[in-house]
Antibody
Framework: EVQLVQSGAEVKKPGESLKISCKGS????????IGWVRQMPGKGLEWMGI????????RYSPSFQGQVTISADKSVNTAYLQWRSLKASDTAMYYC??????????????WGQGTMVTVSS | QSALTQPPSASGSPGQSVTISCTGT?????????VSWYQQHPGKAPKVMIY???KRPSGVPDRFSGSKSGNTASLTVSGLQAEDEADYYC??????????FGTGTKVTVL
């Protein structure tokens, strides 16, 4: 079964760092793009960025450039999203999702279950 | 890039049709035929319903259809059913390996 399994919910304080993960299985991890999508409470989907684990080619939405870092470790079929210094406004559900083909324009056909990140003092 | 514009809400009675618009620009929707539509039920991850403007993934009912004219894409749900009540988001490739989502539309089945 093709699936993406994300790490569990996190509760952090402002200023702390965080790295969440998204592990792929059931397919060739290095052949599909993995994107990250933010959904703030009660709000819509926002595309944050995307990575191709095969060569670590990474693109960021202008809105998230410099705010987060997307990476991947193909030896463990896992993509990551990390923050150096969290803010309360980073409180959101974060989804990873896989494109249906090797091109970035393909739709996201497989989604992780989401990781809820809560940032509060 | 700015989010694609969708109406906040749409509704219809069971059996009726509802159409949701998704307005972008000549840099995204208007120039690429890579528009997708996602359905999201409360507390669940999104699910792709339409890709490349009008193609349906395997398993998606043919009640769902997509189209595009100029800078605006549309999703039509025909023969509305209770289970179609959800949030719907469009997305488009925007060039230079960028993607953009729509603002989202809540569909209510009356």
């Amino acid at each position: 079964e093709v699936q993406l399994v994300q790490s569990g919910a996190e509760v952090k304080k402002p200023g702390e760092s965080l790295k969440i993960s998204c592990k792929g299985s059931g397919y060739i991890f290095t052949s599909y793009w993995i994107g990250w999508v933010r959904q703030m409470p009660g709000k819509g989907l926002e595309w944050m960025g995307i990575i191709y684990p095969g060569d670590s080619d990474t693109r960021y939405s202008p809105s998230f450039q410099g705010q987060v870092t997307i990476s991947a470790d193909k030896s463990v079929n896992t993509a990551y999203l990390q923050w150096r210094s969290l803010k309360a406004s980073d409180t959101a559900m974060y989804y990873c999702a896989r494109t249906s083909g090797s091109g970035i324009h393909h739709p996201f056909d497989i989604w992780g279950q989401g990781t809820m990140v809560t940032v509060s003092s | 890039q700015s989010a694609l514009t969708q109406p906040p809400s749409a509704s219809g009675s069971p059996g009726q049709s509802v159409t949701i618009s998704c307005t972008g620009t000549s840099s995204d929707v208007g120039v690429y035929n890579y528009v997708s539509w996602y359905q999201q039920h409360p507390g669940k991850a999104p699910k792709v319903m339409i890709y490349e403007v009008s193609k349906r993934p395997s398993g998606v009912p043919d009640r769902f259809s997509g189209s595009k004219s100029g800078n605006t894409a549309s999703l039509t749900v025909s023969g509305l059913q209770a289970e179609d009540e959800a949030d719907y988001y469009c997305s488009s490739y925007a060039g230079s390996k960028n993607l953009v989502f729509g603002t989202g539309t809540k569909v209510t089945v009356l």
